[in-house]
C-alpha cells in the first residue's frame, strides 16, 4: 500500500489535504491525475447507469436537507458506530473493527493487550456531522451534512417520477458528496470523513423486490468486471442478522481484496419502503405510486446500489500497480483500463529537431480537439518517457520520428504489450477512438 501511496503523492493523483499545515487528518485532495481518474470512475458509472438505460432517471439533490428528513430515516437515533476509548492512552477506535486498530503506544499491539489497558464499555456515536443553517447558532438551526446521497432521492420520488413520466420499477441516480465523521478513517483514501457517492435507488413493486435485487447484485457485479477489476479479487459478503443495518431487509457488500485484506467496495441493500413509508409519516404527505394500468396503489419497495468514487478509484490503482522487468529495466505500471486513465495518449517527437515537435504539437491539438485527454513530452530519453507514461497509467504513447516526415506514420507503442504499431499520422486520432469505444 505505501508503493501505491507514494506513486499516488509522486505523480499528482492525491494530496495530503492542507499539507503545508501538517495535513488535515483523513482528507486527501485528488491532484492533476487522480482528479481525472476519479472523474472517469464516476462517468462510467453515470452513463452506465443514467444514459444506457431507459428505466432510471438522474437527479443531484443538495448536500443540506430539512434536519427531519434525518429524524425519518433513522440517522439521528441510529447512524451510530461503538466507539471505544482507552482511558490510558486516550487513544479511539471502532469498537467492532479492533481487529484492524493498533494500539498507539510501543509496541502497537492490539487494543486492549497492554497490561494497563483500561478500554472501558463501548458507547453509541452518532457519525452526522452538524452544523448550524443561518447566522445563529442554537438547536433550533441545526442542519446535518449528509451521510448518503440517498434520502435525496426519496424525498423527491414523485418530483422525479412524475416529471420524466416513469413507470415503477424505474431508478434514480446521484452522483455526489457524502460525510460521516469516522472513528477511524484511514487505509488512505478508503475511508474518508468526506467522500463522493454513486448510489441509484429502485423502486420497485412489492413482492418483486427479492427478483430485483438479485438482477442488481449481478449488474454492478458485471460493472466491476466492466471496468477492468480482475474477477478473482471480487467477491461477494451477505450481511447477517447483526451486520443488517436498520432500513435493511437484505444487504450484500461486493469486496475487494486490498492490500489490507477483504473489504467492501459497494454496498447492494434491499431498503423495503422503510424510507418512503417513513417521509410519508414524517411530513405528512403522500409518496404513493399510482399504476396507471391497474390503479393499483402501493409504496414502493427500493432496491438501492451504493458506491464510493474514491474507494472505486483506489481499487482501480491497486488492481492495475504492476511492479515488471523490461529489457533488464524496472518499471512501475498503472494497468488501467483506458477508459478510466487519466491520460489517454503522451505524443513524444524523438527528436527535438527536424521538425518532430511541431509535428508533434500538431497531433495534440488534434487529439484535444477530438476531446483525447492526451500529454506532449519531449523531455529525457525515450525510455524515460515512457516509464512516466506507465506509471501515470497512460494506454498508448505516440512517437514522430525522422520517418513521419518521409512517410506521415508514427509509432504507437501499447503500454501493457509494449507492441509497436505504424499507424498513419491522419489516423491517430480514430485508432485511439477506436479503442475508446
Ligand atoms: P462501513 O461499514 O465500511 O462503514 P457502510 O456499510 O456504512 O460502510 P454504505 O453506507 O453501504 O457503507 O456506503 C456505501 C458505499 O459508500 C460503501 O460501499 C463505500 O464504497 C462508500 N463509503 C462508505 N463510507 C465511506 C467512507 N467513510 N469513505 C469512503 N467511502 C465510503
Known amino acids: 500500500m505505501e508503493k501505491i501511496v ?66 425519518a430515516s433513522g440517522h439521528v437515533s441510529g447512524f451510530t458506530d461503538p466507539l471505544l476509548e482507552c482511558k490510558t492512552c486516550k487513544k479511539r477506535w471502532r469498537a467492532d473493527h479492533l481487529e484492524e486498530a493498533g494500539c498507539a503506544r510501543k509496541p502497537s499491539v492490539a487494543p486492549g493487550k497492554h497490561a494497563d489497558c483500561d478500554l472501558g464499555e463501548p458507547r453509541l456515536f452518532n457519525l452526522m456531522f452538524k ?32 416529471t420524466s413520466r416513469q413507470r415503477v420499477p424505474f431508478g434514480i441516480a446521484q452522483l455526489g458528496k457524502a460525510f460521516r465523521n469516522e472513528i477511524t478513517p484511514g487505509n488512505f483514501i478508503f475511508r474518508t470523513r468526506e467522500f463522493e457517492q454513486a448510489e441509484m435507488q429502485f423502486f420497485v413493486k412489492p413482492g418483486s423486490d427479492d427478483e430485483w435485487f438479485d438482477y442488481w447484485l449481478e449488474q454492478r457485479l458485471e460493472w466491476h468486471h466492466w471496468i477492468g477489476i480482475r474477477p478473482e479479487k471480487l467477491r461477494q459478503h451477505a450481511h447477517g442478522p447483526n451486520e443488517l443495518a436498520h432500513y435493511a431487509k437484505t444487504a450484500v457488500d461486493l469486496e475487494y481484496e486490498f492490500p489490507f485484506g477483504w473489504q467492501e467496495l459497494e454496498g447492494v441493500h434491499n431498503r423495503t419502503d422503510f ?35 474514491g474507494r472505486a478509484a483506489l481499487v482501480a490503482l491497486v488492481d492495475g500497480y504492476r511492479e515488471e522487468e523490461v529489457e533488464g529495466q524496472p518499471r512501475v505500471v498503472l494497468g488501467l483500463d483506458p477508459r478510466l486513465a487519466p491520460i489517454k495518449a503522451a505524443v513524444f517527437p524523438l527528436m527535438k529537431k527536424f521538425g518532430q515537435p511541431e509535428i508533434a504539437r500538431e497531433l495534440l491539438k488534434e487529439l484535444r480537439g477530438a476531446r483525447v485527454p492526451a500529454s506532449y513530452d519531449q523531455a529525457g530519453s525515450i525510455g524515460r518517457r515512457y516509464r512516466r507514461q506507465d506509471e ?39 485508432w485511439i477512438r477506436e479503442r475508446l469505444g
Open 6 to 71: 507514494s506513486l499516488c503523492k509522486r505523480r499528482g493523483f492525491v494530496f495530503q489535504s492542507s499539507e503545508i499545515y501538517g495535513g488535515a487528518a483523513s482528507v486527501w485532495d485528488y491532484g492533476p491525475l487522480g482528479v481525472e481518474l476519479r472523474r472517469n470512475v464516476a462517468d462510467a458509472w453515470w452513463s452506465s447507469m443514467v444514459h444506457a438505460r431507459d428505466d432510471i432517471e438522474g437527479l443531484d439533490a443538495g448536500i443540506l436537507m430539512h434536519p427531519r428528513v434525518w429524524e
Open 131 to 162: 452544523t448550524f443553517m443561518g447566522p445563529v447558532e442554537e438547536d433550533a438551526s441545526v442542519v446535518y451534512l449528509r451521510p448518503e446521497t440517498a434520502q435525496g432521492s426519496y424525498v423527491n420520488f414523485l418530483n422525479v417520477q412524475q
Open 275 to 309: 424510507d418512503l413509508s417513513r417521509h410519508q409519516e414524517y411530513s405528512g404527505k403522500r409518496l404513493l405510486y399510482i399504476d396507471p394500468g391497474s390503479g393499483e396503489r402501493y409504496v414502493p419497495y427500493v432496491v438501492e446500489t451504493a458506491m464510493g468514487v
Open 392 to 430: 501515470a497509467g497512460t494506454p498508448w504513447c505516440v512517437t514522430i520520428d525522422r520517418q513521419t516526415s518521409e512517410d506521415r506514420t508514427v509509432t504507437i507503442r501499447d503500454r501493457d504489450t509494449l507492441a509497436q504499431e505504424r499507424v498513419g499520422l491522419d489516423h491517430v486520432v480514430g
